[in-house]
C-alpha cells in the first residue's frame, strides 16, 4: 500500500510541553494504523483550557523540536495562524478541502471523547474526519448515553476499515499507558525539580535555556 492511498491522522493540542506521552502514542497509532503521517496541530486559544504555561512560538519551538527526526510525523499550523479559539470543526473543514476524499483520523484520548459531545458542532466531526481514541488497558469509562448511541451503528474494530471511506468511523485502539501529563511536568520545573526522562532531552534543553514554566 503506497501512501496516497493511507489515511491522515490528526493529532491535536497544546503540547505544553510535549512529552513522551504524546509522542509514544502518536508513533504507536502511525506503525499501527493505515497512515501516510501524523500531522501534530498545536492550537493557538484553547476552548477547553485555560490559558498555556508558554507562548505559541515557544510551543511551536518545542514540537519541532520533538518530532524532527521521526519519519511519518509532520506538523500543521494553520490554527497557530487564527487569532480566533481553536474549533476541531472548522479546523476539519480546512484540512477536508485541501484533501478531498482522503480519509481523516481524527485522534483524541480517552478523557477527551468522553466530553465529546460539549466540542462545537460535535455532531458534524464525523462527518469530516474518522474518530481515532486511544486507550489504556484496564482504565474503560462509561460514555454517555448520547455518545454511546451516536456511535453505535459507526464503531468499527479492524483499522484497514478507515480506508473504506474518508469519514464517518469510530476506532477504539489500546495504547501503551504511558501516564505522563504537560500540568504535572510544568509543575515539576517550577519547583525546580527535574523533568528528565518525561520528555525529550532537546525540548528539556530548550525549556532550560529559554526558562520556561518557572
Known sequence: MNNSTKAIGIFGGTFDPIHFGHLRTALELYER????????????????????????????????????NQPGFTLDTRELERSSPSYMYETLTSIRNEVGNTPLCLICSMDAFINFTSWYRWEA??????????????????????????????????????????????????????????TAIRQIIKNNLSPSYLLPEKVETYIEKQHLYK
Request: with cysteine.
Open 33 to 68: 494504523l493505515p497512515l501516510q503521517e501524523v500531522r501534530f496541530l498545536p492550537c493557538q486559544q484553547p476552548v477547553h483550557k485555560s490559558a498555556t504555561g508558554a507562548d505559541v512560538n515557544n510551543r511551536l519551538a518545542m514540537l519541532k523540536l520533538a518530532i524532527a
Open 125 to 182: 466531526i464525523p462527518e469530516l474526519a474518522h474518530l481515532v481514541v486511544a486507550t489504556r488497558a484496564n482504565h474503560a469509562k462509561p460514555l454517555s448515553s448520547l455518545l454511546d448511541s451516536f456511535f453505535a451503528s459507526r464503531t468499527i474494530h479492524d483499522p484497514q476499515s478507515l480506508l473504506t471511506q474518508a469519514a464517518g468511523y469510530l476506532l477504539f485502539i489500546e495504547t501503551t499507558p504511558l501516564t505522563i501529563s504537560s
